[in-house]
């Protein structure tokens, strides 16, 4: 397939995800950075991410922090050990801060978040005039006066991935029962957006099952949702859970690295001037997954700032991999977000690129999306 052929309807969207050829796969990305530097800039969005605790009252069939799991060891970080990561995150000028975990709604965690938002909006920062940190959540389902409540405390985006637009592969990869459910999630997206918080959303993607047809439809509900922000990586397996020990499909490595890229490129060329996260789960797959991210098109990059102890007891997929070496310099990394002495920026793959002005750092800004900010006026800057 040749990329002046591509098209961005939906035959067009599930032809490109399906041609393997690597000369298309690289003109497409290429085509993707160039339209997001043409549209937002080289700028790329920090995140601190604060994973606050794997509990979750949910049972994601793919999912390692699933609660029926009973091989992970579970924890909560505690009021102090949030405010210090965030306090890192101003010092750093990172700009922003993701709160994300297993999803509950009991009374004492929903006080926990209000009263974190509050103090995490008092911060101290290091960003330029003061302003104060933003704040992300990404903390699942929950009733819409909590979103109010939360909102109103400070927080002004949240996360929350509709995991794929096809209700049948919804099922096959989430329990038959009342807290799944395919439709509720779509309502929570909704409330999310009335009450106007720049609602993100995505997708896994390659997940077993899942079909050209069905990313390309993912796609086409970004659009269609009009999302000012999207996170979406490839399904990781976890040898702990259902999906992966019941022998689903699984794609090899490579191809589910390739449609990551792949959909970030296509996502960027329909919604040119959105928010794109380059997923850790990229990483995993490869050990410049991130940066790749960056360069097909993704803008906002999110350094984990959990405490070291905590963070590898976060295992959605498993980790091990994103404990590599620098791939620049072959200095030993010994943690995910070690700073590399040898490389500009504290995430060490980025290094390269960032000297050669391909990519540069939005720093000490929540960096909320253009697409967002045409459509209303919330923004700090
Ligand atoms: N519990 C909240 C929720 O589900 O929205 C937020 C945290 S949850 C861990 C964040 C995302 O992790 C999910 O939306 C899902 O897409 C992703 N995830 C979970 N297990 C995964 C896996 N095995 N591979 C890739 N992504 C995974
Ligand atoms: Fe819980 Fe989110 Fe994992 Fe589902 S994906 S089990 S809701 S943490």
Known sequence: MDIQDLTLDRDGLIAALECNEPAFNEALCKK???TKVAH????????????????????CLYCGIRHDNTACTRYELSDEEVLAAATKAARMRYGSVVIQGGERTDAAFVRKITRLL????????????????????????????VYEEWFAAGAHRYLL???????????????HDALHS????????????????????????ALPWQTAA????????????DAPMVGMGP???????????????????????ALGLKMIALLRLLMPDINIASATALEVLNPRGRELGI?????????????????????LYDRKTLLRDCPHSGEPRKEENHICKNCVFPFCSLGENLQNGKVTIGWGRWGDSLHFQRNKSIHNE
Do not use: W
């Open 32 to 34: 993707a950075y160039e």
């Open 214 to 225: 069905d990313m390309a439809d993912d796609l086409l509900f970004y659009k269609a949702f």
């Open 295 to 315: 360069l097909s098109g993704a803008n906002v990059f999110m350094p984990n700032i959990t405490p070291e102890e905590q963070m590898v007891k976060y295992n």
């Open 118 to 145: 509050k103090a995490i909006k008092a911060l101290p920062t290091a960003s330029e005039g003061g302003i104060p940190l933003g704040v992300t959540l990404s903390l699942g389902e929950q009733p819409r006066e």
């Open 235 to 257: 399904y990781d397996p976890n040898d702990e859970t259902p999906l992966t020990q019941s022998g689903a499909p699984l794609l090899p490595d490579e191809q589910r690295f």
């Open 161 to 175: 991935r509709i995991e794929t637009t096809n209700p049948d592969l919804y099922y096959k990869i989430h329990p």
């Open 40 to 59: 937002i800039g080289t700028d790329v969005y920090l995140r601190g991410l604060i994973e606050i605790s794997n509990i979750c009252a949910k049972n």
């Open 182 to 205: 395919h439709e509720r999630r779509m309502e929570a997206l909704q409330d999310l957006k009335a009450i106007g918080y720049q609602a993100g959303t995505g997708a896994m993607i």
